[in-house]
């Protein structure tokens, strides 16, 4: 690594010592995270399980780097350090109160997602070309992936909407989206059209409507004439996509909605496929598993005594007490049911407030884009995903992060 890099004014520092493992973080970082989805890639395509306990530790690894860099950062936050701590405490607390019903790999990430912001926030060094060398490897190799092989891992599995080796399409549109998350200093505006590309790559109205959202939400502030541009632009976007049917599932999932307020969540939950399809005119009955689902999982967490209500139920058991053997596809509703109250409330505040210290606008868009998709989707399972994100909002929220965007490397 060059002995000389340079700092937020374009000014060279030195990189020795401490300042030596600041200009590593990031680096190491990606280079760890395109190894780990090497071995995903093995792992899928040959199916052997010795790939993926080399993937969990690469995961444990990378999670130990970056506990350290919080322990050794110079620029430290109290505040989002005390939101760390006070993840770890409850975290702690859910695991102890539900000893024997809390999957300890999902606490790990869930606390892994503040241990990288505030990593990636006290060393917010400049962007070095390796990273975005692994960044471009990493969009690569689920590609590569996808012309050379097929999942021997999901075989056998009901998974209808497999994406290279990732389970469904919207897990994959969430990888792309940390993707250009992270290029957004290099790319700018540019990183919405590849959003925009990669929602039709995947045929998945979700991302681009969570990205429309986003768009016109901080396109409202400061108001500005080209706004009202965008908002005709929209709206006729959005007319050309309903007549193509692009709004379909959006339509269903408000007619699911509707349906359920005036059926029983357990009698819904109870009928088959079969019998939705003929009760709503339409194959695409996602919406009904999941309003239904999120009905179920109320109304265990809601009956739970107070400790229940402040610690969860436990991590990863709603797939063992829910009707429907299945993840809550919220991460929202997931870690206040899973991991209690307190978790919830700590989770909420981390989150939000990050997207009002991005000042990027591109950046702040893109990561707003995770906010809305946590509404839908399990998203924190996804360890690749949610390293870029907050690993990066953490140095992009940096007072040490320069305001100007990096040169094209």
Same mark, same amino acid.
């Given at each position: !690594?060059? %002995?000389?890099?340079?700092?937020?004014?374009?000014?060279?520092?030195? #990189?020795?010592?401490? =300042?030596?493992?600041?200009?590593?973080?990031?680096?190491?970082?990606?280079?760890?995270?395109?190894?780990?989805?090497?071995?995903?890639?093995?792992?899928?395509?040959?199916?052997? @399980?010795?790939?993926?306990?080399?993937?969990?530790?690469?995961?444990?690894?990378?999670?130990?780097?970056? /506990?350290?860099?919080?322990?050794? =950062? $110079?620029?430290? +936050?109290?505040?989002?350090?005390?939101?760390? /701590?006070? #993840?770890?405490?409850?975290?702690?607390?859910?695991?102890?109160? +539900?000893?024997g019903a809390f999957e300890l790999?999902?606490?790990?990430?869930?606390?892994?997602?503040?241990?990288?912001?505030?990593?990636?926030?006290? !060393?917010?060094?400049? !962007?070095?070309? #390796?990273?975005?060398?692994?960044?471009?490897?990493? #969009?690569?190799?689920?590609?590569?992936?996808?012309?050379?092989?097929?999942?021997?891992?999901?075989?056998?599995?009901?998974?209808?909407?497999?994406?290279?080796?990732?389970?469904?399409?919207?897990?994959?549109?969430?990888?792309?989206?940390?993707?250009?998350?992270?290029?957004?200093?290099?790319?700018?505006?540019?990183?919405?059209?590849?959003?925009?590309? $990669?929602? /039709?790559?995947?045929?998945?109205?979700?991302?681009?409507?969570?990205?429309?959202?986003?768009?016109?939400?901080?396109?409202?502030?400061?108001?500005?004439?080209?706004?009202?541009?965008?908002?005709?632009?929209?709206?006729?976007?959005?007319?050309?996509?309903? /007549?193509?049917?692009?709004?379909?599932?959006?339509?269903?999932?408000?007619?699911?909605?509707?349906?359920?307020?005036?059926?029983?969540?357990?009698?819904?939950?109870?009928?088959? @496929?079969?019998?939705?399809?003929?009760?709503?005119?339409?194959?695409d009955v996602s919406a009904f598993?999941?309003?239904?689902?999120? @009905?179920?999982?109320?109304?265990?967490?809601?009956?739970?005594?107070?400790?229940?209500?402040?610690?969860?139920?436990?991590?990863?058991?709603?797939?063992?007490? =829910?009707?429907?053997?299945?993840?809550?596809? +919220?991460?929202?509703?997931?870690?206040?049911?899973?991991?209690?109250?307190? $978790?919830?409330?700590?989770?909420?505040?981390?989150?939000?407030?990050?997207?009002?210290?991005?000042? %990027?606008?591109?950046?702040?868009? !893109?990561?707003?884009?995770?906010?809305?998709?946590?509404?839908?989707? $399990?998203?924190? %399972?996804?360890?690749?995903?949610?390293?870029?994100?907050?690993?990066?909002?953490?140095r992009f929220t940096s007072p040490?992060?320069?305001?100007?965007?990096?040169?094209?490397?």
């Amino acid at each position: !690594m060059n %002995d000389l890099a340079l700092g937020r004014e374009g000014a060279p520092y030195l #990189a020795s010592g401490s =300042t030596t493992m600041q200009g590593r973080f990031f680096v190491v970082t990606c280079f760890g995270l395109v190894f780990l989805n090497c071995l995903t890639f093995l792992y899928h395509f040959t199916g052997s @399980t010795i790939f993926n306990v080399l993937s969990n530790s690469t995961s444990l690894l990378l999670i130990l780097w970056s /506990a350290r860099h919080v322990l050794i =950062t $110079n620029e430290r +936050n109290y505040f989002y350090t005390l939101l760390l /701590a006070l #993840a770890c405490i409850f975290t702690g607390a859910s695991y102890l109160a +539900n000893f024997g019903a809390f999957e300890l790999s999902d606490g790990l990430k869930l606390v892994s997602i503040y241990s990288f912001y505030v990593a990636g926030r006290g !060393m917010a060094e400049p !962007m070095h070309p #390796a990273e975005k060398r692994c960044v471009y490897l990493l #969009a690569a190799l689920p590609l590569l992936f996808k012309a050379v092989g097929q999942t021997q891992v999901y075989i056998g599995i009901e998974y209808p909407d497999v994406f290279s080796y990732f389970p469904n399409s919207n897990t994959a549109a969430l990888y792309f989206s940390a993707l250009f998350f992270a290029l957004s200093p290099w790319f700018g505006n540019r990183v919405l059209i590849g959003q925009f590309i $990669n929602a /039709a790559v995947m045929n998945r109205v979700g991302p681009a409507l969570a990205t429309i959202i986003s768009i016109g939400l901080w396109s409202f502030f400061p108001l500005r004439p080209q706004v009202f541009v965008v908002i005709i632009l929209l709206a006729c976007a959005s007319m050309v996509a309903h /007549a193509v049917g692009a709004l379909d599932r959006l339509i269903t999932g408000l007619n699911a909605i509707a349906l359920i307020w005036n059926l029983d969540p357990g009698t819904v939950a109870r009928m088959t @496929t079969k019998q939705l399809i003929e009760l709503t005119g339409s194959t695409d009955v996602s919406a009904f598993f999941r309003i239904t689902h999120w @009905t179920n999982i109320w109304q265990i967490y809601s009956s739970q005594g107070l400790g229940g209500i402040l610690f969860g139920y436990g991590a990863s058991q709603t797939s063992i007490l =829910t009707v429907l053997p299945l993840p809550p596809h +919220n991460d929202y509703l997931r870690v206040l049911a899973e991991y209690g109250l307190l $978790n919830f409330l700590v989770f909420v505040v981390f989150v939000f407030s990050i997207v009002f210290s991005l000042k %990027d606008r591109a950046a702040k868009t !893109m990561y707003t884009v995770l906010l809305i998709y946590f509404l839908s989707e $399990n998203l924190i %399972d996804n360890f690749t995903s949610m390293t870029l994100f907050f690993s990066y909002a953490g140095r992009f929220t940096s007072p040490k992060w320069p305001t100007r965007r990096p040169s094209s490397v």
